[in-house]
């Protein structure tokens, strides 16, 4: 079974990328539902957090602004805060994983916003980068609620710059040309990783090695 890792900036278009693969029937692992899903009241990350940050607890529910605002700039709690959640998820992406093995799914995708940040790139079979034009991504992005161009930058800021993205990747899609062409693309790039699978597996331990921000992390919620 293929492995598939999507990642791409904010506003390049991931999230409608992550659907096109749904249309085709390929399972996804979302990683920023599976943080919701642990954090909902009920889930396995709720207790833990609201026991290590009370202050996050808003009528019932953990609110993810104020948690972001509570880590945001504190080292040591926003360490405290991974060592609850990235276990969780890596958790729940094995399940993931192993359960559409024992399918005998032929690829699954693990959609992960900041793929390149945390080194996920290195467990993965394949590497697959949404990207536009910046004009596009700031459009995008700055029609956001609540989206103001400093934020914007901040997010940048600390995210693995496209450019670098591109150079990691397996096979990029431009999603600044229509979904149409997108989806193209999709396929086209689905059916050579069908085709290279055996390349491939040897291939990802050889990808150019790509430059980390060394700044803050953004902050959950952000």
Known sequence: MLIIGLTGSIGMGKSTTSKMFRRLRVPVFDADATVHALLAPGGRAFRPVIERFPEALKDGRIDRVALGARVFGRKAELRALERIIHPLVRDEQRRFIATHARRRAPMVVLDIPLLFEGGGDAHVDAVLVVSAPNWVQARRVLARPGMTRAKF?????KQVPDAEKRRGADAVI???LGHGHAFRSLKLALDGFGRHRHRMWKHHWHRPRIRRP????????G
């Not at 930058?153 to 800021?157: E, F, G, K, P």
């Not at 060394?214 to 919620?221: D, L, N, V």
Request: no cysteine.
């Open 214 to 221: 060394t700044g803050p992390r953004r902050r959950p919620g």
């Open 153 to 157: 930058r901040d997010i940048l800021s």
């Open 174 to 176: 431009q999603t600044g």
